[in-house]
């Protein structure tokens, strides 16, 4: 199985910087695509953005051209750089990976989960 440990959240104010980090470890054929999404209170868990394997990219609209997502295959890690940073960013982030199991099958695995909290 795979474990995702996440880091990098924090509380910041409004228009500066985190960068989130998210490593994969465990025994797994293959991690396909990457990805981080978000639960405010009260809301439904959303996708932020996510990356595939290859390198191409998707975002949010609330986000796109503010947040960065990017990953280091080697290291089976994926980051997101969250610039410009609003107070309707607060919320709990998640890492997400599909996994590829050595039978072709697949899974999604998730991480526990960072806060960011960005203050006005």
């Known amino acids: 199985q795979v474990q995702l440990v996440e880091s990098g959240g924090g509380l910041v104010q409004a228009g500066g910087s985190l960068r989130l980090s998210c490593a994969a470890s465990?025994?797994?054929?293959?991690?396909?695509?990457m990805g981080w999404y978000r639960q405010a209170p009260g809301k439904q868990r959303e996708l932020v953005a996510a990356?595939?394997?290859?390198?191409?990219?998707t975002y949010a609209g609330s986000v796109k051209g503010r947040f960065a997502i990017s990953r280091d295959n080697a290291k089976n890690t994926v980051y997101l750089e969250m610039n410009s940073l609003k107070p309707e960013d607060t919320a709990v982030y998640y890492c997400?990976?599909?996994?590829?199991?050595?039978?072709?099958?697949?899974?999604?695995?998730w991480g526990q989960g960072t806060q960011v909290t960005v203050s006005s």
């Open positions: 997400n990976a599909e996994g590829v199991h050595i039978t072709g099958s697949t899974t999604n695995f």
């Open positions: 990356i595939t394997r290859g390198g191409s990219t």
């Open positions: 465990g025994i797994i054929f293959r991690i396909n695509a």
